[in-house]
């Protein structure tokens, strides 16, 4: 089957799935001022909300007027699909549902067409679906018009263009990212050096900084134009810097913040996708065999976190399932993950048998977070375990869910008890520093 039509049908089917699965009705306060920000640009060509005053992330501008306190990119792309699929008349749900189903699918295609350079057509459909449906890609990218979809795309691509060496088309991809999440451009800058570092070319740092660098100039452009000010965080640069001068964050809720993105029940990983846990002793060798393009995904993902860590709260708001704070450094490493599993975690049965189960679990999870809905109401980050919370609410829901998931996650394990992998690649052989374990297969 020629690779556009395997695509073809392979994104129709995701993009269905997301699309039934979508939850239109109880969307978050930040989804609501994407859209009605991206409607009111598609329609009247401006930003003008005042009519949506009082609204969630709705706020007063200095000319008098309303506008979302939401970033360039989510309302760019929200106003593309209300162009093409809203009305003037009112703000319409449909164009709300299809942008982030589509734009997530996409994400998805291209994460497919970034593993299969280190992997054979098999295991990169077991590991895209590893990073579709055991995160919150699923439950949360695909769900609403968040952020986070647009900067998974863009992320995927910019690693997709990185691997064949195109690093003004990467560095673009990753200033579209950049538009959506301002502060992944901290990861552009971490990773434009080191590229530029591996490969002894100056060139290389220009021409990946240069496509990044457009990101924030829509960001001050754009920001301008609608709070006067030139700065790519306008919407958040009070709140942003009352937190950082706080002793206070830096000293308690920091702390915090790092703990609960690793073990609180409401986001911690450690609940949410605990399969890392059994890919992270293979980190070490991962590296040792990374071209540079995929190192240079795993510093950006890391220097990301961290700026995640000081710029967000770990809960990340309400109404949904999983911790989507996470999801771009996820997908910026996610071919060294990958890797993990290829050098060290597929090594002995008993490491495959619990990764599966592992991941097993998360799929399982995060189907169920994405067919129930999920309201928008506050969720003690401490003491709230959602799953536990949907079985109560919709038990026959939660039972066939999982025991779908059960016995799917069971066949797995035997299935993998006997698996050999196989590593390949299709990366240049100018990068001294990948190892060749063998000839794929």
Not at 121 to 148: E, G, N
């Amino acid at each position: 089957m020629p690779r556009w039509m395997r695509d073809t049908y392979l994104g129709a089917a995701v993009f269905t799935l997301f699309l039934v699965t979508t939850n239109p009705y109880e969307p978050s306060g930040d989804t609501v001022a994407v859209n009605f920000a991206g409607w009111r640009l598609a329609m009247f060509g401006d930003q003008n909300l005042t009519e949506f005053a009082g609204s969630p992330w709705i706020f007063p501008t200095e000319d008098g007027t309303h506008a979302a306190f939401r970033h360039a990119g989510p309302i760019l792309v929200a106003a593309f699909f209300f162009r093409l699929l809203g009305s003037s008349g009112q703000v319409t749900t449909f164009p709300s549902i299809v942008a982030p189903a589509m734009v997530t699918a996409l994400a998805v295609l291209v994460m497919l067409h970034v593993l299969e350079r280190i992997l054979p057509l098999r295991q990169a459909l077991i590991a895209t679906a590893i990073f579709t449906f055991a995160t919150a890609t699923w439950s949360v990218s695909a769900d609403q018009m968040w952020t986070h979809g647009p900067a998974q795309l863009g992320c995927a691509l910019s690693l997709l263009f990185l691997s064949r060496r195109q690093h003004l088309l990467a560095g673009l991809a990753l200033g579209f990212a950049i538009t959506m999440r301002p502060h992944l451009a901290v990861a552009a800058l971490v990773m434009g050096i080191y590229l530029g570092w591996r490969y002894r070319k100056f060139g290389t740092v220009v021409l990946f900084g240069l496509g990044s660098a457009c990101g924030v100039v829509v960001l001050v452009a754009f920001n301008y134009w609608v709070h006067g000010s030139i700065s790519p965080v306008a919407p958040y640069e009070e709140m942003a810097d009352a937190r950082l001068g706080s002793a206070h964050y830096l000293y308690i809720d920091l702390p915090l913040n790092v703990l609960g993105n690793a073990v609180s029940p409401l986001r911690g990983i450690l609940w949410v996708m605990p399969w890392l846990l059994l890919l992270a002793p293979g980190l070490r060798s991962a590296w040792k065999i990374a071209p540079p393009w995929i190192r240079a995904g795993g510093l950006g993902s890391l220097a990301y976190f961290v700026a995640q860590l000081l710029a967000n709260y770990f809960t990340g708001g309400w109404g949904f399932y999983g911790n989507r704070l996470v999801l771009e450094s996820l997908t910026l490493t996610a071919p060294l993950l990958v890797l993990c599993w290829t050098t060290w975690s597929s090594q002995t049965p008993a490491r495959r048998i619990w990764f599966t189960a592992l991941a097993g679990y998360a799929i399982t999870t995060h189907t169920l977070a994405a067919i129930l809905p999920w309201g928008p109401g506050y969720e003690p980050p401490w003491t709230t375990f959602l799953i536990v919370d949907a079985v109560r609410e919709s038990p026959s829901t939660a039972i066939a869910v999982g025991v779908i998931g059960t016995i799917g996650t069971v066949a797995a394990c035997r299935w993998v008890r006997s698996w050999q992998p196989q590593y390949s690649t299709q990366e240049s052989t100018q990068d001294a520093d990948l190892a060749q374990p063998g000839p794929m297969t």
